[in-house]
T-cell receptor
Framework: DQQVKQNSPSLSVQEGRISILNCDYT??????FLWYKKYPAEGPTFLIS?????DKNEDGRFTVFLNKSAKHLSLHIVPSQPGDSAVYFC????????????FGTGTRLTVIP | KAGVTQTPRYLIKTRGQQVTLSCSPI?????VSWYQQTPGQGLQFLFE???????NKGNFPGRFSGRQFSNSRSEMNVSTLELGDSALYLC????????????FGSGTRLTVV
């Protein structure tokens, strides 16, 4: 059973506009959330994370929002650049205990120049 | 510093055979985790090793096994290969047990024919 879901397999955005990638989770015990970016033939690279005690975390052009009541998080990229074209995975975990991540199935973002 | 190194990069095996994949973590990293990536399932956690001990295991059959050596290098083995084992196998290392310290390797692409 997929505990972390990314319901949009793909997203296309014009360069300079905002990209919004969404992620839903089912396990209310998750208390730490991460976004990874993956280019073809490379491993995922860490992008940004957020603890469940926060509802927003910003890092340059990337902002992650967490809505605990809705069990929903989103990644905003502003402005989007062609180099942002990649597959984005959201992941969730428990900060204590088991050290493994539960990943979504990914969203392929294409930024059109 | 050198990243996480996985060998081989590509592998083709026949159904019923067994395979061993290798992962060399970043120097000083003691935790090594393995994930399987398939198109429909995203990244699925296989197991995690820390100081030569398996700390956590995902929901995979016993055909999937692993080990970690004293230098933190890790191997995973899949016996009696099935067509459904075709996937990208990713290794990630971290200094301790915090998942946000993960660095992924580029993966081994296994094709079972």
């Amino acid at each position: 059973d997929q505990q972390v879901k990314q319901n949009s397999p793909s997203l296309s955005v014009q360069e300079g506009r905002i990209s919004i990638l969404n992620c839903d989770y089912t396990n209310s015990m998750f208390d730490y959330f991460l976004w990874y970016k993956k280019y073809p033939a490379e491993g995922p690279t860490f992008l940004i994370s957020i603890s469940s005690i926060k509802d927003k975390n910003e890092d340059g052009r990337f902002t992650v929002f967490l809505n605990k009541s809705a069990k929903h998080l989103s990644l905003h990229i502003v402005p989007s650049q062609p180099g942002d074209s990649a597959v984005y995975f959201c992941a969730a975990t428990l900060q204590t205990g088991a050290n493994n991540l539960f990943f979504g199935t990914g969203t392929r973002l294409t930024v059109i120049p | 510093k050198a990243g996480v190194t996985q060998t081989p990069r590509y592998l083709i095996k026949t159904r019923g055979q067994q395979v061993t994949l290798s992962c060399s973590p970043i120097s000083g990293h003691r935790s090594v985790s393995w994930y399987q990536q398939t198109p429909g399932q995203g990244l699925q956690f296989l197991f995690e090793y820390f100081s030569e001990t398996q700390r956590n295991k995902g929901n995979f059959p016993g055909r999937f096994s692993g080990r970690q050596f004293s230098n933190s290098r890790s191997e995973m083995n899949v016996s009696t290969l099935e067509l459904g084992d075709s996937a990208l196998y990713l290794c990630a290392s971290s200094p301790w047990t915090e998942t946000y310290g993960y660095t992924f390797g580029s993966g081994t692409r296994l094709t079972v024919v």
